[in-house]
C-alpha cells in the first residue's frame, strides 16, 4: 500500500489482552487503523456505528461466541463487510461451522502474523463495488445486494460463497478449475489447504441455494473444477 492510500480500517475482536497487542503492534501503523473490540457485543455496536474494511473475529468470546457474532453481522446487520475467523478450532466441522455463518476466511491459532495480514489485505481487495446484475438463463445474481433470483424465487448469499457463486455466473457456461477459483479467491495459492478451504465454500454455497431456491445450481466437473449448473428447461447462454 503506497502512502498516499487511504488506511485499511480493521476492526478486531478478540478478549484475550496479549494477542491483541500483538496484533496492534504488528498492525497498527500507517497501513492500517484498527478499532478494538474485546467481546461480541462491543463488537455488534462498533459495526454499528462505524464501517470497515475487514473484520478479524475470534470465536471463543465471553458471551456471545463468535459464530453467532458472525451471524448477526450478516443477518441482523445486513453487513458484508468480509470475516476472518480466528480460533485454535481446527476440525473440518468448526470450519464449515465458521463458513455456514458468513465468514470469508478461516484462520487457526497459532499462526504467523504476516499470514493474517497477507489474508486481510487479499480479502479487501477482493471486496467489490456494486456491478450490474448478471444473468445466466433464468439465473439472476446481483452483485450488489449479493441475491439470487431463479423463477420468481430469491434467496440472499453472503461472504465467500457469494463471491465464488459470481465468479460460476460469469464463467457460464464454462467451467472454473480448482486453482482458478483459488486464485481469484486468495490471490496466491496454499496447496492443499485451500482446496480443502474451496470444497468447503462449495458445500456452504450449494446448502444454501438448496434450502432458498430448492435448487444447488452448482455442479462439479470431477477433477477439474466447478460450473454453474443452470437447470435444462432453462439452459441458454449468457447474455
Known amino acids: 500500500m503506497t502512502s498516499n492510500q487511504p488506511p485499511l480500517r480493521l476492526l478486531i475482536v478478540e478478549d484475550q489482552v496479549d494477542l491483541a497487542d500483538n496484533l496492534f503492534e504488528f498492525l497498527g501503523e500507517e497501513r492500517y487503523t484498527l478499532d478494538f473490540a474485546a467481546d461480541g457485543l462491543t463488537a455488534l455496536h ?3 456505528t462505524h464501517s470497515y474494511d475487514v473484520i478479524v473475529l475470534d470465536l471463543m468470546l465471553p458471551g456471545v461466541n463468535g459464530y453467532d457474532i458472525c451471524r448477526r453481522i450478516r443477518q441482523d446487520l445486513k ?3 468480509p470475516v476472518i475467523l480466528m ?10 461451522k465458521g463458513f455456514d455463518c458468513g465468514a470469508d476466511d478461516y484462520l487457526v491459532k497459532p499462526f504467523e502474523l504476516r499470514e493474517l495480514q497477507l489474508r486481510i489485505d487479499a480479502l479487501h481487495r477482493r471486496s467489490s463495488p456494486q456491478r450490474p ?3 445466466a438463463g433464468d439465473i439472476r445474481f446481483d452483485p450488489g445486494t449479493l441475491e439470487v433470483e431463479l423463477r420468481g ?21 464454462s467451467f472454473l478449475s480448482h486453482e482458478a477459483l483459488s486464485d481469484a479467491l486468495w490471490g496466491v495459492r496454499h496447496g492443499e489447504m485451500e482446496g480443502n478451504s474451496l470444497r468447503t465454500h462449495i458445500y456452504t454455497l450449494r446448502k444454501s441455494l ?8 452448482v455442479k462439479t466437473i470431477h477433477g477439474r473444477g466447478y460450473s454453474l449448473d443452470v437447470p435444462a428447461d432453462t439452459r441458454a447462454s449468457t447474455p
Open 153 to 173: 424465487s430469491k434467496t440472499a448469499l453472503s461472504g465467500t460463497p457469494a463471491r465464488l457463486f459470481e465468479l460460476l455466473v460469469r464463467a457460464y457456461p
Open 133 to 135: 446484475v448478471l444473468v
Open 87 to 96: 480460533t485454535a478450532l481446527s476440525a473440518l466441522n468448526d470450519k464449515e
Open 210 to 217: 438448496q434450502i432458498g431456491l430448492g435448487n444447488g445450481l
Open 46 to 48: 462498533l459495526l454499528a
Open 79 to 81: 453487513c458484508q463487510t
